[in-house]
């Protein structure tokens, strides 16, 4: 049911926490694999990349 869920969607929002302890957001682009692993890409030269680089626990939301 979950899988059945995320493969209707293609868009979702990550949280992460930059090191001074803000909160940032940003839409991406996802996939999901058959084991429910999310996968996603960003840029090197992105916050978010730079948040989950130091601090991988991060909010992930679709729908």
Known sequence: MILEFL?????????TCH????PEA????FSVRDNLEIVF??????RKF???AERP????VVG
């Open 26 to 29: 940003a839409t991406i682009d």
């Open 41 to 46: 890409d960003t840029f090197k030269d992105t």
């Open 57 to 60: 626990g991060v909010a992930f």
């Open 50 to 52: 730079d948040n989950f």
């Open 7 to 15: 493969r209707k969607h293609t868009l979702a929002v990550i949280a």
């Open 19 to 22: 090191r001074n302890g803000t």
